[in-house]
């Protein structure tokens, strides 16, 4: 439910066959379905999402798919029959929820269906909407409305060369729009995919709340804003504190700036900086020459918890005051061009990560982002070097006011033996096989620095930063618990997938192991488990629900993902029992397969301890997960041809062992009939090959 971005492959194996899935799922329901628009819907959730999970359907991707995917990416052609968009994803949204295909962390279904409902008044005009068409999109219909045949390719080059100049009449309006749409950054596009983070471990609220309420910054600015109180305080003309106020409120808040010899507030950094930060923050503001305290802001300066995230929410916004430079005879560094992308990367580094983060591989990443950011001129090397150690005086700054805030905890060590790893001076190598489910902003971090249009520059930089991080302790800097929490929070709200243990404990068995298979690394899905476990407080039982979600999903021909679930679930059982457990399921009458697979994989079962029916048993498997992987129907008869003439004993033992999923032999039995058919008429013909059938039917494609 899941693939990743840039495996195409994969993704549409995986598309064919939930569409395959979807249309005879439909056909039993008596529903209608397009299956065009079913692709289309999943190519959206692919494609165009920051996580990329198709069983996942909140109301902002139900309205971005119908309003604006849709609208973009699917021509239709004057003349042609209407695709139905909403009813198409009603249908989608349905069929994951019946198949237990869907997420467990999304909305209920009755929520996805409203928000269906709600864009379905609107989606007709959108896809009428010219300015919200593609390019090519516009210039198809553009065509076709103008009596062109878009299937005939020198036709349509004829168009594109009188349109070129300027023979053709179009909707120059509805072109401007979509031109600038594309110039801004505005369209849905390949190239979002951000990869999901590892699963964390947060305490609860009530812990996190009292490690906000010791956090000097959360002190600071509940006081300034109890110092201004509901009648206010008198600033200057230029919304400044009046210096007498600001001596006051230095020993009020003990914030260390230097008095002696001040005239003015704005000469108070660490003052200032809390002032603007309050009034980011919204717990404070200025009107009619006084500085009020917000009405609305005491429920958030009772919680502790709540202003600690407000506190952090709003120092995005505080690059002015954080970095900037007082007045204009100082230029400010390469990180305030760049300062809430930036630390937003720095986070999203830092987070979910199992060891702490040396400052020097944290620095030469941040350097990275700015040579992909700006063009530097061909100065020297020591400019360079000087402009770069600017920016990192600043980062060093904004991290000086992360540990403050309590989101950033640092200490000295030696790094972790995995910051050393990656090559990072041959372009050609691409390192060591990484951690499995390693962050993927450190994944890109340990194998990009070697981007360098100067190989022998990039071995000596490697060549330093080894040494740096090797000669004895560095700086280590990690997330702390309520930083954790609160990048997570910012992570989710951008559409990315950032798993917490213990968030599925309400989930049903299936959507809890297709989580746990998909996301989890092992560690954190033997404690994903225990929770669900101890949530329903009697292991059998418990045991008897994920067996049985994981029977149903076989039963539903998804033998894959059956298979996935089986072997997550015997990984992450308690006290390493998993062994047991598939022993025990290897005569169970719809199991056995897929357990016998399990061990096998393993190599916990040989092939001299199988019995004869058991070997068929896996062998049947083996094939009909073979044509799952192949996209279904139309992928699995090319699969079965690709196998040559030596799969027919294979898949005539398969038929004829007593394998459970009878459906599936049975589509097995006509796919070999088909391909070996197909095959024969090909050497006749002297065709050494075709193209591959999708096997879904619906219309032409067109993108």
Same mark, same amino acid.
């Given at each position: 439910?899941?693939?990743?971005?840039?495996?195409?492959?994969?993704?549409?194996?995986?598309?064919?066959?939930?569409?395959?899935?979807?249309?005879?799922?439909?056909?039993?329901?008596?529903?209608?379905?397009?299956?065009?628009?079913? =692709?289309?819907?999943? !190519?959206?959730?692919?494609?165009?999402?920051?996580?990329?999970?198709?069983?996942?359907?909140?109301?902002?991707?139900?309205?971005?798919?119908?309003?604006?995917?849709?609208?973009?990416?699917?021509?239709?052609?004057?003349?042609?029959?209407?695709?139905?968009?909403?009813?198409?994803?009603?249908? *989608?949204?349905?069929?994951?929820?019946?198949?237990?295909?869907?997420?467990?962390?999304?909305?209920?279904?009755? $929520?996805?269906?409203?928000?269906?409902?709600?864009?379905?008044?609107?989606?007709?005009?959108?896809?009428?909407?010219?300015?919200?068409?593609?390019?090519?999109?516009?210039?198809?219909?553009?065509?076709?409305?103008?009596?062109?045949?878009?299937?005939?390719?020198?036709?349509?080059?004829?168009?594109?060369?009188?349109?070129?100049?300027?023979?053709? /009449?179009?909707?120059?309006?509805?072109?401007?729009?979509?031109?600038?749409?594309?110039?801004?950054?505005?369209?849905?596009?390949?190239?979002?995919?951000?990869?999901?983070? @590892?699963?964390?471990?947060?305490?609860?609220?009530?812990?996190?709340?009292?490690?906000?309420?010791?956090?000097?910054?959360?002190?600071? @600015?509940?006081?300034?804003? =109890?110092?201004?109180?509901? $009648?206010? +305080?008198?600033?200057?003309?230029?919304?400044?504190?009046?210096?007498?106020?600001?001596?006051?409120?230095?020993?009020?808040?003990? %914030?260390?700036?230097? &008095?002696?010899?001040?005239?003015?507030?704005?000469?108070?950094?660490?003052?200032?900086?809390?002032?603007?930060?309050?009034?980011?923050?919204?717990?404070?503001?200025?009107?009619?020459?006084? *500085?009020?305290?917000?009405?609305?802001?005491?429920?958030?300066?009772?919680?502790? @918890?709540?202003?600690?995230?407000?506190?952090? !929410?709003?120092?995005?916004? @505080?690059?002015?005051?954080?970095?900037?430079?007082?007045?204009?005879?100082?230029?400010?560094?390469?990180?305030?061009?760049?300062?809430?992308?930036?630390?937003?990367?720095?986070?999203? &580094?830092?987070?979910?990560?199992?060891?702490?983060?040396?400052?020097?591989?944290?620095?030469?990443?941040?350097?990275? #982002?700015?040579?992909?950011?700006?063009?530097?001129?061909? #100065?020297?090397?020591?400019?360079?070097?000087?402009?770069?150690?600017?920016?990192?005086?600043?980062?060093?700054?904004?991290?000086?006011?992360?540990?403050?805030?309590?989101?950033?905890?640092?200490?000295?060590?030696?790094?972790?033996?995995?910051?050393?790893?990656?090559?990072?001076?041959?372009?050609?190598?691409?390192?060591?096989?990484?951690?499995?489910?390693?962050?993927?902003?450190?994944?890109?971090?340990?194998?990009?620095?070697?981007?360098?249009?100067?190989?022998?520059?990039?071995?000596?930089?490697?060549?330093?930063?080894?040494?740096?991080? %090797?000669?004895?302790?560095?700086?280590?800097?990690?997330?702390?618990?309520?930083?954790?929490?609160?990048?997570?929070?910012?992570?989710?709200?951008? #559409?990315?997938?950032?798993?917490?243990?213990?968030?599925?404990?309400?989930?049903?068995?299936?959507?809890?192991?297709?989580?746990?298979?998909?996301?989890?690394?092992?560690?954190?899905?033997?404690?994903? *488990?225990?929770?669900?476990?101890?949530? +329903?407080?009697?292991?059998?039982?418990?045991?008897?629900?994920?067996?049985?979600?994981?029977?149903?999903?076989?039963?539903?021909?998804?033998?894959?993902?059956?298979?996935?679930?089986?072997?997550?679930?015997?990984?992450?059982?308690?006290?390493?029992?998993?062994?047991?457990?598939?022993?025990?399921?290897?005569?169970?009458?719809?199991?056995?397969?897929?357990?016998?697979?399990?061990?096998?994989?393993?190599?916990?079962?040989?092939?001299?301890?199988?019995?004869?029916?058991?070997?068929?048993?896996?062998?049947?498997?083996?094939?009909?997960?073979?044509?799952?992987?192949?996209?279904?129907?139309?992928?699995?008869?090319?699969?079965?041809?690709?196998?040559? /003439? $030596?799969?027919?004993?294979?898949?005539?033992?398969?038929?004829?062992?007593?394998?459970?999923?009878?459906?599936?032999?049975?589509?097995?039995?006509?796919?070999?009939?088909?391909?070996?058919?197909?095959?024969?008429?090909?050497?006749?013909?002297?065709?050494?090959?075709?193209? +591959?059938?999708?096997?879904?039917?619906?219309?032409?494609?067109?993108?």
């Amino acid at each position: 439910m899941r693939c990743e971005a840039g495996a195409e492959d994969e993704f549409e194996a995986a598309c064919g066959l939930l569409v395959d899935r979807l249309v005879r799922w439909a056909g039993d329901q008596g529903t209608p379905v397009d299956a065009f628009m079913a =692709e289309a819907a999943l !190519d959206y959730r692919h494609r165009a999402t920051a996580d990329g999970r198709l069983g996942l359907w909140e109301p902002r991707h139900v309205e971005e798919l119908l309003l604006h995917w849709l609208p973009q990416q699917v021509t239709e052609l004057p003349g042609e029959e209407r695709g139905d968009g909403p009813g198409t994803l009603r249908t *989608l949204l349905l069929f994951l929820h019946a198949a237990q295909l869907a997420d467990p962390r999304g909305p209920a279904i009755g $929520e996805s269906l409203g928000a269906v409902a709600t864009a379905e008044e609107r989606y007709p005009a959108a896809m009428a909407d010219r300015t919200r068409w593609g390019l090519a999109k516009f210039w198809a219909v553009t065509a076709a409305e103008q009596g062109v045949d878009v299937m005939d390719g020198a036709a349509l080059q004829r168009f594109a060369d009188r349109a070129q100049r300027g023979e053709v /009449a179009y909707d120059q309006r509805a072109l401007d729009a979509i031109m600038d749409r594309r110039l801004n950054g505005r369209v849905l596009a390949d190239g979002v995919r951000a990869e999901p983070q @590892l699963p964390v471990v947060l305490p609860p609220d009530g812990e996190l709340r009292l490690r906000a309420e010791a956090s000097t910054t959360v002190a600071q @600015l509940r006081g300034l804003a =109890e110092w201004a109180g509901r $009648e206010g +305080r008198v600033v200057t003309a230029a919304g400044l504190l009046r210096m007498a106020d600001a001596r006051e409120l230095v020993g009020v808040l003990g %914030t260390g700036d230097r &008095t002696e010899g001040v005239r003015s507030s704005a000469d108070l950094p660490r003052l200032g900086l809390l002032v603007e930060w309050a009034k980011k923050a919204r717990l404070i503001r200025v009107a009619k020459g006084r *500085l009020y305290a917000v009405a609305k802001a005491r429920p958030v300066l009772a919680d502790p @918890l709540q202003l600690w995230s407000r506190a952090f !929410d709003a120092l995005f916004e @505080l690059r002015q005051a954080l970095i900037g430079t007082p007045s204009g005879w100082h230029v400010e560094s390469m990180l305030f061009d760049i300062y809430d992308e930036m630390l937003e990367d720095v986070l999203n &580094t830092l987070y979910s990560l199992p060891y702490p983060m040396p400052w020097p591989r944290l620095r030469d990443s941040v350097h990275l #982002g700015y040579r992909a950011r700006f063009q530097l001129d061909g #100065g020297s090397d020591l400019r360079h070097r000087m402009w770069f150690e600017h920016a990192d005086r600043d980062l060093r700054s904004v991290l000086d006011v992360l540990v403050d805030l309590g989101a950033v905890e640092r200490e000295q060590g030696m790094a972790d033996p995995v910051f050393l790893e990656a090559d990072l001076s041959d372009p050609e190598d691409s390192g060591p096989e990484l951690p499995a489910g390693m962050p993927q902003e450190l994944a890109e971090l340990l194998g990009a620095v070697g981007a360098a249009a100067d190989p022998a520059q990039a071995r000596e930089r490697d060549r330093r930063l080894r040494e740096e991080l %090797t000669a004895g302790p560095v700086e280590l800097i990690r997330l702390t618990e309520l930083g954790t929490r609160a990048v997570r929070r910012r992570l989710l709200a951008a #559409g990315r997938d950032a798993p917490l243990v213990g968030e599925l404990v309400q989930a049903p068995a299936a959507g809890l192991l297709g989580v746990l298979a998909e996301d989890y690394d092992p560690d954190a899905a033997r404690a994903e *488990l225990a929770d669900w476990i101890s949530a +329903r407080g009697e292991r059998d039982a418990a045991l008897r629900q994920l067996t049985d979600a994981v029977r149903a999903m076989a039963g539903a021909s998804f033998r894959t993902r059956a298979q996935a679930m089986l072997d997550v679930l015997a990984a992450a059982w308690p006290d390493g029992e998993g062994e047991r457990l598939l022993r025990a399921l290897r005569g169970d009458a719809v199991l056995a397969p897929l357990a016998l697979s399990a061990l096998a994989h393993r190599e916990l079962l040989s092939p001299e301890d199988m019995t004869d029916a058991e070997h068929l048993l896996v062998l049947a498997e083996s094939l009909l997960q073979l044509v799952e992987l192949a996209g279904g129907a139309g992928g699995g008869e090319e699969a079965l041809r690709a196998q040559g /003439a $030596e799969a027919r004993g294979a898949v005539a033992a398969a038929l004829d062992s007593a394998h459970p999923d009878r459906a599936g032999l049975a589509e097995l039995r006509h796919l070999a009939a088909r391909a070996w058919r197909t095959s024969a008429v090909l050497r006749h013909r002297g065709v050494r090959g075709r193209g +591959r059938s999708t096997g879904r039917g619906g219309r032409k494609r067109r993108r």
